[in-house]
């Protein structure tokens, strides 16, 4: 491996790396350490902690809870995907009537802190007699702020294909509608994708957010459960456990938008957009030494 | 407009508390996203695997879960009283942790724009490393990495209001001192998103700005 930052490594480097490298692990390790000292001697891990995780009822409630998150999760990814469609061709609009207002809209809902909305549609609305259940108010803000954002990347993905692409959609004689659909958007969404699936994982993880306004989510449960003096009030058992549920869930959706990214640099959009967003960068003698003493790691 | 002059107060320590938690926040979001950005791009491998997997797990954990973990799950662990500060350290340091890996991830982006020639020339012509970093490599990274580390700060803005849901006194729980008062809460939130949207579009003018005066030309 070549960097900007330092040179292929001569024996002295070697040992300096070698000694950081045990210094960082040695650091670590103490800081884990710790965490693991304060867990056991805390009695994290006696059975009267854990026993609530011993009744299937617990982790019945457990799996209704995470349908719960997934649930609004669903419903708000497709809610944005349609919204962001929406909002990108308005503010792509050829008349300003259109865009302009279009593009104060989408401004405003990225502004706002999603929580905010959420405030805003579960105890702001019943004052002018509108009352909704806070899966509504999860789901609609969700929509709200990811649909916005989406809107942006989409747009993004349009403006960055070559003019040529837009010009000679027109010289067939396409009017503008077609020159979108059948010319830009395909590859602008091919380009975005994983962009949009990365948003989509940002979605997944403000669902969470529902635990503040007492959508019953995996967090609210795991308060809940937590909070039960006769099982122990095993608090730090089930954040441990929700929190792994939770990441879990995330690191799906982000191999997924990591697999979808390798697959299109593989493909012909994917290296031109790859090109377009680093400088190209020719094979230089630092890396032919590297890749002829074999050392080259990826990184 | 009553809603504001009648709870001066309230409006004041919320927005305080916001301030403090964006500042405090962002200053240690810094610190330790410069250390782990360090680390992602150190030739030690054990410490860019370290620094890998805490920006992989951190980045896939949701905000809310990581204030869960630290106002719920750290006091009984270190045996803390929560006071008003503690709340208020245990809220910036879970928002300072979340950010770094956002900090750190834009730092490594950023050092990657630089193409390896312009060392591997500065070499060439003799400097030393102090001189190749400061004259070549860093001011460029620099420039390269204001625009995106601004777009981080304005999601740490909007993230400091989760904080209101574990008890802390900021912009985002002002509605629930306010409705304890009487106050119409549907305008409550209103001024609590029109205070947002204006803090967000003077920091993103900034940055605009920034972007605009330090643009690099490769």
Same mark, same amino acid.
């Given at each position: 491996?070549?960097?900007?930052?330092?040179?292929?490594?001569?024996?002295?480097?070697?040992?300096?790396?070698?000694?950081?490298?045990?210094?960082?692990?040695?650091?670590?390790?103490?800081?884990?350490?710790?965490?693991?000292?304060?867990?056991?001697?805390?009695?994290?891990?006696?059975?009267?902690?854990?026993?609530?995780?011993?009744?299937?009822?617990?982790?019945?409630?457990?799996?209704?809870?995470?349908?719960?998150?997934?649930?609004?999760?669903?419903?708000?990814?497709?809610?944005?995907?349609?919204?962001?469609?929406?909002?990108?061709?308005?503010?792509?609009?050829?008349?300003?009537?259109?865009?302009?207002?279009?593009?104060?809209?989408?401004?405003?809902?990225?502004?706002?802190?999603? !929580?905010?909305?959420?405030?805003?549609?579960?105890?702001?609305?019943?004052?002018?007699?509108?009352?909704?259940?806070? +899966?509504?108010?999860?789901?609609?803000?969700?929509?709200?702020?990811?649909?916005?954002? !989406?809107?942006?990347?989409?747009?993004?993905?349009?403006?960055?294909?070559?003019?040529?692409?837009?010009?000679?959609?027109?010289?067939?004689?396409?009017?503008?509608?077609?020159?979108?659909?059948?010319?830009?958007?395909? @590859?602008?969404?091919?380009?975005?994708?994983?962009?949009?699936?990365?948003? *989509?994982?940002?979605?997944?993880?403000?669902?969470?957010? /529902?635990?503040?306004?007492? +959508?019953?989510?995996?967090?609210?449960?795991?308060?809940?459960?937590?909070?039960?003096?006769?099982?122990?009030?095993?608090?730090?058992?089930?954040?441990?456990?929700?929190?792994?549920?939770?990441?879990?869930?995330?690191?799906?959706?982000?191999?997924?938008?990591?697999?979808?990214?390798?697959?299109?640099?593989?493909?012909?959009?994917?290296?031109?957009?790859?090109?377009?967003?680093?400088?190209?960068?020719?094979?230089?003698?630092?890396?032919?030494?590297?890749?002829?003493?074999?050392?080259?790691?990826?990184? | 407009?009553?809603?504001?002059?009648?709870?001066?107060?309230?409006?004041?320590?919320?927005?305080?508390?916001?301030?403090?938690?964006?500042?405090?926040?962002?200053? *240690?979001?810094?610190?330790?996203?410069?250390?782990?950005?360090?680390?992602?791009?150190?030739?030690?491998?054990?410490?860019?695997?370290?620094?890998?997997?805490?920006?992989?797990?951190?980045?896939?954990?949701?905000?809310? !879960?990581?204030?869960?973990?630290?106002?719920?799950?750290?006091?009984?662990?270190?045996?803390?009283?929560?006071?008003?500060?503690?709340?208020?350290?245990?809220?910036?340091?879970?928002?300072?942790?979340?950010?770094?890996?956002?900090?750190?991830?834009?730092?490594?982006?950023?050092?990657?724009?630089?193409?390896?020639? @312009? #060392?591997?020339?500065?070499?060439?012509?003799?400097?030393?490393? /102090?001189?190749?970093?400061?004259?070549?490599?860093?001011?460029?990274?620099?420039?390269?990495?204001?625009?995106?580390?601004?777009?981080?700060?304005?999601?740490?803005?909007?993230?400091?209001?989760?904080?209101?849901?574990?008890?802390?006194?900021?912009?985002?729980?002002?509605?629930?001192? !306010?409705?304890?008062?009487?106050?119409?809460?549907? $305008?409550?939130?209103?001024?609590?998103?029109?205070?947002?949207?204006?803090?967000? *579009?003077? $920091?993103?003018?900034?940055?605009? #700005?920034?972007?605009?005066?330090?643009?690099?030309?490769?």
């Amino acid at each position: 491996m070549s960097s900007v930052l330092y040179d292929v490594p001569g024996p002295r480097a070697i040992v300096r790396n070698r000694i950081l490298g045990v210094i960082t692990v040695v650091v670590v390790g103490a800081v884990l350490g710790f965490f693991l000292w304060r867990l056991i001697d805390t009695g994290q891990f006696t059975a009267e902690k854990w026993q609530a995780f011993t009744y299937t009822n617990v982790w019945v409630q457990i799996g209704l809870a995470t349908l719960r998150t997934l649930a609004a999760f669903a419903v708000a990814a497709i809610g944005a995907l349609m919204l962001g469609f929406a909002l990108a061709i308005g503010r792509m609009s050829d008349h300003a009537w259109i865009r302009v207002p279009v593009g104060a809209v989408v401004e405003f809902l990225r502004a706002v802190p999603v !929580l905010v909305f959420m405030f805003l549609l579960y105890y702001g609305l019943p004052v002018i007699g509108i009352r909704m259940a806070p +899966y509504w108010a999860v789901v609609i803000a969700l929509i709200a702020y990811n649909g916005s954002v !989406l809107a942006e990347v989409i747009r993004a993905g349009v403006e960055s294909l070559p003019r040529g692409q837009k010009e000679a959609g027109y010289a067939i004689g396409l009017r503008k509608s077609g020159v979108m659909q059948l010319v830009l958007l395909p @590859q602008a969404i091919r380009a975005m994708m994983p962009v949009i699936i990365a948003q *989509l994982v940002v979605t997944l993880k403000d669902t969470a957010l /529902g635990f503040i306004i007492t +959508y019953p989510e995996l967090l609210f449960y795991a308060r809940f459960i937590g909070s039960q003096s006769e099982l122990g009030s095993p608090i730090i058992p089930a954040t441990m456990i929700v929190g792994a549920i939770y990441i879990g869930l995330c690191l799906i959706l982000s191999f997924v938008a990591n697999t979808v990214e390798k697959r299109l640099r593989r493909s012909s959009v994917g290296v031109r957009i790859a090109q377009a967003e680093q400088p190209t960068q020719e094979i230089t003698d630092t890396e032919l030494i590297v890749t002829q003493r074999g050392t080259g790691s990826g990184g | 407009m009553n809603v504001i002059t009648d709870n001066w107060d309230v409006w004041a320590e919320g927005l305080i508390g916001t301030l403090i938690l964006f500042v405090a926040g962002g200053l *240690l979001a810094l610190i330790l996203g410069i250390i782990v950005g360090a680390m992602r791009v150190s030739p030690i491998p054990v410490a860019r695997s370290m620094g890998a997997l805490y920006v992989n797990t951190i980045r896939n954990t949701p905000l809310t !879960l990581v204030f869960f973990a630290f106002a719920f799950a750290l006091p009984p662990l270190l045996g803390l009283r929560l006071t008003a500060d503690v709340s208020l350290t245990l809220a910036v340091c879970a928002l300072g942790i979340y950010t770094a890996t956002y900090v750190a991830e834009t730092i490594r982006s950023g050092i990657n724009t630089v193409p390896v020639g @312009q #060392a591997e020339a500065a070499r060439a012509i003799g400097l030393t490393f /102090g001189q190749v970093m400061t004259l070549v490599v860093m001011p460029q990274a620099f420039r390269s990495v204001i625009p995106p580390m601004m777009s981080v700060f304005i999601a740490l803005l909007k993230n400091t209001t989760v904080a209101a849901g574990f008890g802390v006194v900021n912009l985002g729980a002002a509605r629930n001192y !306010l409705s304890e008062r009487g106050a119409n809460q549907m $305008l409550v939130i209103i001024w609590v998103m029109i205070i947002f949207v204006v803090l967000v *579009l003077l $920091l993103s003018w900034a940055q605009r #700005a920034l972007e605009n005066k330090w643009r690099v030309a490769r």
